[in-house]
């Protein structure tokens, strides 16, 4: 993707009416749905390639995806896919999964599929004596996908709404979290009375031994019967992030790649722009709003003068539970993923006998993985005849002293071979379950807590942030609004859990505020059509917007 450059233009285009910091995909969902209002926008990126978490990389004839394991709401009716067909034409394809995840360990193998009953059948058939409370448990999942099936309908933030439509909001969250509020409690060292409610078979509970709350083991299974998994597009995730940067730069709107933003500029409370440096040149952005889609620690603790954020909220932010992030091992193959026993489903593999803690400890010996064939689906990614892993391992970035980095983070030879031991112990694991497997490595990449932080600059390389969890509603730490005005968060800090469904409702809630101020009657319109209320084709019409532009066909060969 090339690179606006600003020293190829005047002063005057350093002027916009909103700067983006960030082009994951809430940065540049925020940004896109902003363009085709005709608002000036900018996006600034640090790295040299938009996407975030998305962005993937390319090795030697082998695409991969960093941070995908499925993605939900991208269906044709789906909430992504709502915003995304307004936002431009020709938005990436999603096709649904039959197959989606695979419990195994050395005692049991489950498959969960979009005909969950099956699964649900073959655990009676295992532990009758729990008959009730499996069918009971799985009722309690339907229920908790049918709030989901029904997601678009809170998509909108309250700070998008006037009083009567907040008043209506607070009741559709109320349906919406009606089926999960009773197992909010069930996490930690609770999660067990969680599955007692449900099963007296300590057998039962192995399957779901690695999750740390009873809403994990449900909600799965309640997307399942909804048939809410998808498959990224053809090309890999990064195909989003391009074709919203496309879409972007379709307006005239222009993207700063390699460019890092060292100060939000604030007079007397209210945000006037960014300081930025890019090529070595020291850049001053003006803006009237700026939507930070990026890491919330940084924007309170380094991008803001001190004082601005208070110690309260800074520590609320700080005791706030986020997810972990990852040890993640991309593999390329000299043959194909299904030659060696992969399918399209997600491998949950774990370990007989050991604690939940275990689980989720970073330990390779003893750490749940996660593993995907994104090959399998999509033979683009690999050359012919060949495949792709990628493994994922729960990991931290306090472990091995900061992956043998220290307290300033450099990376040495010590580093590089901590993770290349990691790496080893990882598919020695694999090559128990699937024989055969190391011999069919070509290479592999390896990436720690370490390389997320570095190419997201996401706190402690965190793969979603905050947590859903009970301490963090009652925080509130999840917010659109900054106590500096105009300045507001749009990327997945914005709201609680992650995920691109996420990251697409805060980038577009957070345009919707600023709409909301600027562009009233557009900003109405917009929440008309996400309300069903005006269809995409009214929406093209309407005059308060730009058109969606031509078919846009990104270029995923790089």
């Known amino acids: 993707m090339k690179q606006f450059d600003p020293f190829m233009d005047s002063v005057h285009s350093l002027q916009f009416d909103v700067i983006v910091i960030g082009s994951g995909v809430g940065g ?10 005709g608002i000036r926008v900018a996006v600034l990126e640090k790295e040299p390639r938009v996407g975030g978490y998305l962005a993937g990389f390319k090795r030697k004839g082998f695409r991969f995806d960093t941070a995908i394991h499925w993605l939900n709401q991208c269906s044709a009716t789906g909430s992504v896919s709502k915003v995304f067909d307004f936002i431009g034409k020709d938005p990436p394809s999603f096709k649904c999964l039959e197959k989606i995840q695979r419990y195994k360990s050395e005692s049991i193998d489950f498959l969960l599929t979009n005909n969950p009953d099956e699964f649900k059948n073959l655990l009676i058939k295992t532990y009758p004596d729990d008959k009730q409370g499996i069918i009971r448990f799985f009722q309690k999942a339907k229920k908790i996908g049918a709030s989901f099936n029904n997601f678009k309908t809170v998509l909108l933030a309250a700070e998008t709404m006037n009083l009567l439509s ?9 349906r919406f979290g009606l089926p999960f509020i009773p197992f909010i409690p069930y996490s930690g060292k609770r999660m067990e009375k969680g599955l007692n409610k449900f099963f007296s078979n300590k057998k039962i509970h192995d399957v779901f031994s690695s999750e740390t709350d009873l809403l994990s083991c449900l909600v799965p299974i309640g997307w399942a019967y909804y048939n809410d998994y998808q498959t990224p597009p053809p090309g ?6 391009q074709w919203l940067a496309s879409v972007i730069k379709q307006h005239g709107n222009p993207l ?10 604030i007079e007397n409370g209210i945000v006037k722009g960014v300081e930025a440096s890019c090529k070595g040149k020291e850049l001053l952005f003006k803006a009237k709003y700026v939507i930070a889609a990026c890491d919330l620690d940084t924007v309170y603790s380094k991008l803001l003068p001190e004082g601005v954020i208070s110690k309260k909220m800074i520590n609320r932010l700080n005791t706030a539970e986020i997810y972990a992030s990852s040890f993640t091992l991309s593999i390329a193959l000299n043959c194909s993923a299904a030659s060696l026993g992969f399918g399209e489903e997600m491998v949950h593999l774990f370990k007989d006998g050991i604690s939940k803690d275990l689980h989720n400890s970073g330990d390779p010996d003893f750490s749940a993985l996660s593993i995907l064939a994104p090959s399998h689906k999509d033979h ?10 990628v493994v994922f391992m729960p990991a931290y970035m ?23 031991r990691i790496a080893e112990k990882l598919i020695e694991r694999l090559e128990l379950v699937y024989p ?5 490595i070509l290479f592999y990449e390896a990436a720690t807590p370490v390389t997320h932080w570095r190419y997201t600059g996401n706190k402690n390389g965190t793969m979603m942030g905050t947590k859903p969890n009970k301490s963090n509603m009652r925080s509130g730490v999840a917010r659109y609004k900054t106590p500096v005005k105009n300045l507001l968060i749009g990327g997945h800090w914005a709201e609680l859990g992650g995920g691109v469904p996420i990251a697409v409702k805060a980038g577009t809630n957070a345009a919707l505020i600023v709409l909301k101020e600027q562009l009233p009657v557009a900003c109405q319109k917009i929440i008309g059509y996400f309300n069903a209320k005006l269809t995409l084709d ?19 060969s790089g």
């Open 28 to 37: 540049l969902t925020a940004a896109a749905l902003l363009s085709r209002t």
């Open 380 to 389: 683009s990614l690999a050359p012919e005849g060949k495949g792709t892993l």
């Open 256 to 265: 700063f790649l390699n460019t890092i933003v060292k100060r939000i500029v």
């Open 398 to 420: 306090h472990q091995y002293d900061q992956w043998h980095t220290g307290a300033g983070i450099k990376r040495g030879e010590e580093y590089v071979e901590l993770k290349n």
């Open 166 to 174: 907040r008043i209506k909001n607070i009741l559709g969250l109320l």
């Open 436 to 440: 055969g497997l190391a011999a069919q």
């Open 236 to 241: 890999g995730g990064q195909v989003i992030p």
């Open 538 to 556: 009214e929406m093209n019409r309407a005059p308060e917007f730009k058109g969606p532009g031509q078919d846009l066909k990104v270029d995923t």
